[in-house]
């Protein structure tokens, strides 16, 4: 007989997948880096801490993506929902090996705020996810849109010979919008604007803190 999962053991699996999140290295990605067969350029120090600086907003937001993603499933109604959530945030993975394999790239790492990135976006999922699958999928709709906005804004910003960083971004860029597309077609509802406008201050709060610590 397949044992039954208890409350507890639910927390302990979310608190697994958190530490796991934040704490242990980086996953092994699913798909080739995106800038693997790039050939290596130099960066003056002033140019290589401000695409370090870009980048660690960019794992920062990976780690938000696990959380809201691992938040929503946790709190998903149907099965459908939370295999979409748990699928979603398993090909996000990838782009968190990639943030961190450029960071190390860069001598830099990640933020030392990870922890408190994961808590919030957490909470903020798994109140998504009690609003109602529809309401949880409109809340994924919204979020690649902001970040797939924020990532070009970060293909114009990073140093102009930093191809390597640009190509993880730009692959990062094209997933975000395919995921925002499937959580559409799957009944994603339009989020009322005061939630957007939370949702794009909370984003900035992150980017400017990320950015420098």
């Known amino acids: 007989m ?4 208890t409350p507890l053991d639910r927390c302990l699996t979310e608190i697994g997948r958190a530490l796991s999140t934040v704490a242990a290295p980086a996953p092994e990605p699913g ?5 693997e067969d790039l050939p290596a350029t130099n960066l003056d120090d ?3 801490r401000h695409a370090a600086g870009l980048m660690r907003v960019n794992h920062a937001g990976e780690i938000c993506a696990q959380a809201l993603y ?3 499933a946790a709190t998903a109604r149907h ?5 979409r959530m748990e699928s979603a945030a398993a090909e996000e993975s990838d782009h ?3 943030c961190a394999r450029r960071l190390k790239e860069l001598e830099s790492g990640p933020s030392l705020l990870d922890a408190l990135w994961y808590a919030g976006s957490y909470a903020i999922g798994a109140a998504a996810g009690l609003a109602g699958d529809y309401w949880s999928l ?3 709709v919204e979020t690649e849109r902001q970040v797939e906005a924020h990532l070009g804004d970060h293909l114009k910003r990073l140093p102009a010979g930093d191809e390597h960083s640009r190509a993880v971004v730009r692959q990062m860029q094209a997933d975000e919008a395919r995921h925002g597309e499937m959580a559409r077609h799957a009944g994603g509802r ?7 406008e939370a949702m794009r201050f909370s984003a900035g709060v992150m980017k400017v803190l990320a950015y420098r610590i």
């Open 2 to 5: 397949e044992r039954r999962l």
């Open 31 to 35: 798909r080739p880096y995106p800038a």
């Open 46 to 48: 002033a140019s290589r």
């Open 70 to 72: 691992n938040g929503q």
């Open 79 to 83: 099965d459908r929902v939370r295999a």
């Open 96 to 98: 968190l090996a990639w």
């Open 138 to 140: 409109g809340f994924v």
């Open 190 to 196: 339009d989020l009322p604007r005061p939630v957007q």
